[in-house]
Each structure stands twice: as C-alpha cells, then as structure tokens.
C-alpha cells in the first residue's frame, strides 16, 4: 500500500495548479484534430526542463489522461476523431449528437472514461510485477496475431453491410503499404519525397472523418438548410451516470480489453477502443443499433482508451519499454529528470514514482468535472450555423495536417482521402475500417517479418508463428471472432427477414 503514504504531496496548491491546468488544456488541446495525445505531451514536455521531477511528471500525466478523453469532444460534436483512438466513439456519439443529445453523448464519454481511466490506474498499481513479466513474452509473433485479430474486426466496425467493411479495411491496408519498408529497405509506391515514410495516420485521419463532414454541411448549406447543425435537447449529467453504472457489460468488457492492449508493447493503443467497442457489439442484444446513437458504444469504446493509460506505463517503468507511443514520449520526461526506468524505480525513487501514480488518479477526477463542465456548454457549438461550422473545421483540418511535417503534400494526400470517402460514404462505405486498416497494416507486416527472419534462423517459420501458449490463445481467439462475426452476421439477416 505504498501509494497511500503519498497521497498528500498531490495535494500541494502548486500541485494541484498544474492539475487543473495540465487537465484543462490537455482536454481542449485533445479536442483539436491531428493533435494526438503523443504530440500534446511532446509539446508540454519542454515546459517541465526546470520543474522538480514529481511536478514535471504530474504535469506530463494530467495531459496525458485528459487528451485521451478529449479527442472524443471532436469526434462527438463534429464527427472528427481528435486521434485515431476515438474512431469508435465518433460512430454512435456523432449520432447522438445529430439526435440533439450532444450533451448527453459527453456526459456518456466522461463518465465512462473515469471509471476506466481508474481501473487502469488500479491495475499499474497492483499489478505491475506480474503484468512486467508477461509483456517480455510478447515477441514478433504475439504481435503479429494481436494486428490479425484486430483486422477481423473491420467488416463490423462502422459499416452495415460486412462486405462493404471489408473492401474498405483492404482499402486501408492498400495504403499502409506505400512508403519505405523498414525492414527490406525498399520503397512502394511512392511518387515524391514526403511519401517515403508512407500516409501518415494524423492526414489519413483528418482527411477521411473530416473532410467528407466539411462537403456534407456545405452540401446542406447549398441546399438552402444553413441554420445550425442540430436540434437541442436537454440532458441532466445524473441521468447520464445512472445509466453508465447500469451499463456493466460495456463498462467490464472496455476496461479489461484497454488494459490489456495498454500493457503489450507495440499492440497499437490505438485499436482499443475500436476493438471493445466490437466486442460490446458482438455480445449485444440489438447489435444493429450500434452505429445509430448507441450509448454503450461510446461506453465502451471511452473506457477501453483510457483504461489502456495505466497498463501503459507497467512496461515503461518496469523495463523501459513504452506500453504505447505517448509513454514513449513519457520516457523521454522521466530521463531529462535523471529517472531510469527499471526494477530499481520504485525503491530509489519510490516518493516521485508514487506521487506520479498518485496524481493521476486525481487527474481522473479533474477530468471528469472539467469535462462534464464543458458538456453543459457544449449546446453552443451545436448552434453554430453549418456554414460557419464548415470553414471552422476546414480551416483545423488544414492547419492540422500541414503541422505535421510542414508539408504541402500532406494537405493534398488529406484532401484525396476526403474526397473519395465522401463519395465512397454516398455508397454506403464507412472511414472507420479504412483507418483501422492503416493502422494494422504495419504493426501485421513488420512483425510478420521480423518472425519469419527469426523463424528461418530457427526451426521453421511455421513452428515458430504457431507454436507457445500466446499464440495459440490469439489464434483461437481470431478464429473465434471471424465465426462470431458469421453467426451474429446470419442471425441479424434472419431476424430482419422475420420481421
């Protein structure tokens, strides 16, 4: 119970100034499309150079919680992911939103990312011994099965035909593969310099959510409906926790899938929402609502994002390997205030260690009442007629995407993507499994190739990618998904014939 004795150092006025602030800004800088949680904490990280080092982690931890529950704020009120983590949220939350429960779609979010963020919080703090160990035994291969089960579930995410999920996941994967190979040293498809690292996930991001939002309104606008976005109505932030604590099921199923995707070193953070999100989906009674307004989605897809921030850093303080790529930048604000991440953390630095830990539960609090302070006055954006609302979001959505890499060509690849998803959403098809396919695709290729080097050094490739306990597991549980998929697929097309 070590945590406990260190609970008062985050209860300094200075500490609790950072708090808030780290808190305030890390929600409204998480909100911004293309500013992932990665690049909020590379940001503020040169602001903690002279701060003590319990200060500076406190600061760094606050952003990092609040960002990640931020991101939903775009992606619920403008369809927008604020990072790829929050796709899943933008699939019923937008849909909230446009039914007038704006508000009600946030409170859903905020509630929902306390009770995971705390659950994670909980696991990195009695858990980190056992959970260290079992990260080492994920290799290439382990994390080869972990992208393959993910990519099973892109005919369910955001479409609803399968078929057409699937074109539009292969579509992604198509273009995961342009740019430098890492590990051949070859380039594909690339036409000019700025391609060469390949598509990069911000531009994809801003391109395909965003861009088909910014033709839609003005469509509606040249249509001659230029008032605001959506019909109002109230929601009481009560109400809204009532419901999320009736929600067990997609509160259980998000908080354990993000912990556990949290913990494995280069699993993809990313995909933990989208992959709770499809298992709520799966195991529920009326999976075609999903995609329409269903509070559990946003449940549990907001849980499994930050419920993964805890188990994050249980391979990054225990062996220095970053649970995900925003405890990557962690790594580099623990080093500049001389902490070296290892067994010996926690006994030559127990007081600044704990008092990090301490703080972000506290972080998880001011989250949660900032945030549901924001969905009160969340009305006003909703208001804000669509024509104006379009330039706003075009004029982020380029701004965002040049920041990346300072590049023109990075606006013209963000502005390809939007057009042909905006016409490809008039067909039925959905971003959400092209993202999802961006995302996979490297995480399968590089560690597919990394086993099969190792595997031919060894005894075969076959024996070495189907062989060990975790494999086996992930290969049961992919082919598990793939036949739940095909049942709850023919069951939903025999109740609709039925009825």
């Not at 911004?32 to 503020?44: D, E, H, N, Y």
């Not at 929902?112 to 080492?136: D, N, R």
Request: hydrophobic share 50%; glycine share 12%; net charge neutral.
């Amino acid at each position: 119970m070590d945590f406990l004795n260190y609970f008062g150092n985050v209860f300094t006025g200075y500490h609790l100034l950072l708090l808030v602030g780290g808190t305030t800004a890390g929600l409204i800088l998480g909100a911004l499309p293309g500013l992932s949680p990665t690049m909020a904490v590379a940001l503020i990280i040169p602001f903690t150079f002279h701060m003590q080092p319990d200060s500076g982690l406190i600061l760094l931890g606050a952003m990092y919680t609040a960002t990640v529950a931020g991101g939903a704020i775009s992606a619920i009120l403008v369809n927008v992911p604020g990072a790829p983590a929050n796709i899943a949220t933008a699939l019923d939350g937008h849909q909230l939103a446009r039914n007038g429960r704006a508000s009600e779609a946030l409170h859903y979010c905020f509630f929902s990312s306390f009770i995971g963020g705390i659950f994670g919080i909980l696991i990195l703090i009695f858990f980190t011994p056992p959970l260290a160990k079992l990260a080492l035994k994920f290799g290439p291969t382990e994390l080869f099965w972990i992208a393959i089960l993910g990519i099973t579930v892109i005919g369910t995410i955001g479409s609803k035909s399968v078929v057409k999920g699937l074109m539009a996941g292969l579509f992604g994967l198509a273009i995961s593969t342009i740019g430098d190979n890492p590990m051949l040293g070859e380039q594909r498809f690339v036409y000019n310099e700025h391609m060469e690292s390949g598509i990069h996930i911000v531009a994809a991001l801003i391109g395909l959510f965003a861009l088909p939002q910014i033709l839609t309104l003005m469509e509606e606008c040249r249509k001659g409906s230029s008032g605001s976005m959506f019909a109002l109505s109230e929601s009481r932030w009560y109400q809204s926790f009532a419901y999320n604590i009736r929600r067990v099921k997609a509160l259980t199923i998000g908080s354990i899938v993000g912990a556990i995707v949290g913990v494995i070193p280069g699993a993809g953070g990313q995909i933990a929402g989208l992959v709770a999100y499809d298992q709520v989906k799966k195991t529920s009674n009326n999976p075609h609502d999903f995609g329409r307004g269903e509070p559990d989605g946003i449940i549990a897809a907001e849980s499994a994002n930050n419920a993964m921030v805890g188990p994050s850093l249980v391979p990054l303080l225990t062996l220095s390997i970053p649970g995900s790529p925003t405890a990557a930048v962690l790594l580099g604000g623990l080093l500049i205030h001389g902490l070296f991440p290892g067994p010996d953390l926690f006994t030559d630095h127990a007081e600044v260690i704990w008092t990090f830990i301490d703080s972000l539960i506290v972080a998880q609090v001011f989250m949660l009442v900032i945030g549901l302070f924001l969905s009160r006055h969340s009305g006003w954006i909703m208001k804000v007629p669509a024509h104006y609302m379009a330039a706003a979001i075009l004029i982020l959505a380029v701004f965002g995407t040049y920041s990346i890499q300072s590049s023109y060509s990075d606006v013209l690849i963000m502005a390809v993507l939007g057009v042909t998803m905006y016409f490809g959403s008039k067909l039925g098809f959905s971003p959400a499994p092209v993202v999802l396919g961006i995302i996979l695709g490297p995480i399968a290729e590089d560690n597919f190739l990394q086993g099969k080097l190792i595997g031919e050094a060894g005894d075969g490739v076959l024996s070495y990618f189907f062989t060990g306990g975790i494999n086996i597991t992930l290969i049961l549980a992919t082919i598990g998904s793939i036949a739940y998929s095909v049942y709850a697929s023919h069951k939903m097309k025999k109740k609709m014939v039925q009825s």
